[in-house]
Every structure is written in structure tokens, then in C-alpha cells.
Nanobody, 121 residues
Framework: VQPVESGGGSVQSGGSPTLSCVVS??????MGWFRQAPGKEREGVAA???????SYADSVKGRFTISQDNAKNTLYLEMTSLKPEDTAMYYC??????????????????WGQGTQVTVSS
């Protein structure tokens, strides 16, 4: 079961795109958005568990919003006030087991292929 992301692209600083991730065929304990910029390690952006508990990285608090539509098996990441430093490949990931909405890359088992977000100044 592999998540499938969509919604990336090139945007201007201050833009507000929304990323989507469809995961079908299985129920996961938590899902999250991660990103990886060139030359940098993959990092957690936002995560949500099955009962709606949410975590955000400090760098995106107040600008990004994670949500899920269980009926559509879809995870969203609403991004606002984008900055050039938000440029990265964004990945959707899901985890089994403990329903903790953490941002640790190693805790997630199923990863999408990613969708590129490029922010120009």
C-alpha cells in the first residue's frame, strides 16, 4: 500500500498550495508529511493520528495545516505564506502500530514517491 501524493508545483513566495495524499486499502495509526531539500536530510513537517492529534515542525507552525478525510482516505497539507526555504520534495507517509503523531522519519513504514514544491522569491 503506497501513498500517492499530488498538488506540488512551482509557486511564488507567499503562495498557498494544498498537497493531497491518497492511501487506500489499509488503516494506519498515523500519517504525516515530510520534506527533503537538496543536500539535506528528510524532516518531519506535520503529522496526525487516527483521533486527530496533530504535531507540526516549528518551522511551519502557523503556516501549514494538516488534515484528513477518512471517508476519502485522503491526507491534506494546506500550505500558506510559503517561503523559498520551503522548497523541497514533499512526501506523505503512514505508520502502523502506536498511534503517535510524531515527526520521526524512522517511525513511518509506507512512503509515497513525493511531490516537488518549488517556491520562488
Amino acid at each position: 500500500v503506497q501513498p500517492v501524493e499530488s498538488g506540488g508545483g512551482s509557486v511564488q513566495s507567499g503562495g498557498s498550495p494544498t498537497l493531497s495524499c491518497v492511501v487506500s486499502g489499509y488503516s494506519f495509526s498515523a500519517m504525516g508529511w515530510f520534506r527533503q531539500a537538496p543536500g539535506k536530510e528528510r524532516e518531519g513537517v506535520a503529522a496526525i493520528n487516527g483521533i486527530g492529534d496533530i504535531s507540526y515542525a516549528d518551522s511551519v507552525k502557523g503556516r501549514f495545516t494538516i488534515s484528513q478525510d477518512n471517508a476519502k482516505n485522503t491526507l491534506y497539507l494546506e500550505m500558506t505564506s510559503l517561503k523559498p526555504e520551503d522548497t523541497a520534495m514533499y512526501y506523505c507517509a503512514a505508520r502502523h502500530g502506536v498511534a503517535i503523531e510524531d515527526l520521526d522519519v524512522e517511525d513511518y513504514n509506507n512512503w509515497g514517491q513525493g511531490t516537488q514544491v518549488t517556491v520562488s522569491s
